[in-house]
């Protein structure tokens, strides 16, 4: 990283002064040696040819090593954040594309990608690191748009001339997947690229049932008291179980959200602060204070989340703290619906959305017992069917 006077070339010095601070320096030498991919890419940087910005690592074929190496120097200083996922949706979408024709269709595509899918993320993300969860449902809703209109022209028509007899063959040829073109349909209606078509909404069979209330209390209790469960789980279950937060949200937790005043600790998960009863509130402060990060480099208290991942500049995966909570006695989804259904009962949903950061629609669907109907449904179904 220095010229040939040992000078640090500009731009590299805070990656410099990165990798020799952290508190495990045979990771970052071994990470470093010579012959490894970081090692070469670092010594381009700041080269004639190879400005220090994210265009140099983009020549490069995505690997670890490289989306590595770019959250070093994310965490460094020298470069910005940008949204990984987003750029990752962006390479599959051309793919899609270049695979769709004649090029009528991959128009039609083009602008339903652009306007109905990306521009309502974008407005939900505001500002916000996108999900996998919500970049796999976008990159699958168009692949399934790309492969009905090739199944249309394969079978003689299009998207334009198709009827609705050419859908249901479509929807009964196929795997479940082939209702996630549901939104392309729609949005092609609407639009006039089609007329007259419908798939219906995929049928939930598998509602998860919550937890009882003794259950729930139980496990909030042990959460608070058992101190040989680690620190980040236990503070993350609480979350679940007494906020109903979705582990998605929980996972994106930033280390601002957290405040302190004179009236205690509060956390920032809504328009307005919510106080943390003094037990949670002392365990959100000490995680603050002790949070590691899973990376060799980047681990000191610097990261912005307070749930970090495995890269330096990145928060910790839904999936992986799915799984960290599972290994406790956690069901995610079941003790968030619990927590929703006992606070939806006491509260009203202004308050709920208000502290909570759950929408209001969300709320009155359960208030309306929408979600417990498809749960006795449910019930009702098994019932049936033990019986018969």
């Known amino acids: 990283m220095t010229d040939e006077d040992g000078t640090v070339r500009p731009g590299l010095q805070a990656v410099f002064d990165t990798l020799t601070t952290t508190d495990d320096p045979k990771a970052v030498l071994s990470w470093l040696t010579p012959k490894t991919k970081a090692a070469r890419v670092l010594s381009q940087l700041g080269t004639d040819g190879f400005p220090v910005d994210h265009s140099t690592l983009d020549q490069h ?34 793919k899609i594309f270049e695979e769709v024709s004649p090029i009528e269709d991959r128009k039609v595509l083009q602008a339903f990608t652009q306007w109905d899918q990306l521009g309502r993320l974008r407005r939900r993300l ?17 692949k399934e748009g790309a492969r009905l209109m ?13 009827s609705q007899h050419e859908i249901d063959q479509w929807l009964a040829d196929g795997n479940s997947v082939h209702a996630h073109a549901r939104n392309f349909v729609r949005w092609a209606v609407s639009r006039g690229h089609a007329a007259g078509l ?44 007494l906020f109903a937060q979705p582990v998605v949200t929980i996972a994106a937790i930033r280390i601002h959200q957290v405040l302190h005043n004179e009236a205690g600790v509060h956390l920032a998960l809504g328009r307005e602060p919510l106080a943390l009863p003094g037990a949670l509130g002392e365990l959100v402060t000490q995680l603050v ?31 992986t703290l799915l799984t960290r909570l ?52 449910e019930v009702a179904r098994r019932g049936s069917t033990f019986q018969n």
Request: hydrophobic letters at 40%.
């Open 198 to 241: 419908t798939i219906p909404p995929p049928t939930r069979t598998n509602v998860t049932p919550p937890l009882d209330t003794e259950r729930r209390i139980e496990l909030a209790q042990q959460l608070l008291t058992d101190a040989t469960i680690p620190l980040d789980r236990r503070v993350a279950g609480l979350m679940v179980v």
């Open 326 to 377: 599972k290994k406790i006695g956690i069901t995610a989804r079941a003790s968030q619906h619990a927590a929703l259904r006992d606070l939806t009962a006491t509260l009203p949903e202004s308050v709920i959305n208000r502290l909570l950061g759950i929408s209001i629609s969300s709320v009155d669907r359960w208030k309306a017992g929408g979600q417990w109907a498809a749960y006795a449904a």
């Open 61 to 94: 074929p995505r690997s670890p090593a490289i989306d590595y190496l770019r959250g070093v120097l994310v965490t460094a200083g020298a470069l910005a954040y940008r949204d990984e996922q987003l750029i990752a949706l962006g390479r599959s979408l051309d």
């Open 126 to 142: 505001a500002g916000r690191p996108a999900t996998y969860n919500q970049i796999n449902t976008v990159r699958v809703q168009v």
């Open 289 to 319: 204070a002790e949070r590691r990060a899973y990376s060799s480099i980047g681990r000191e208290s610097s990261s912005p989340w307070l749930f970090p991942g495995r890269h330096p500049e990145q928060h910790v995966s839904s999936a």
């Open 150 to 162: 090739k199944w249309l022209r394969t079978h003689g028509t299009d998207l334009g001339k198709c």
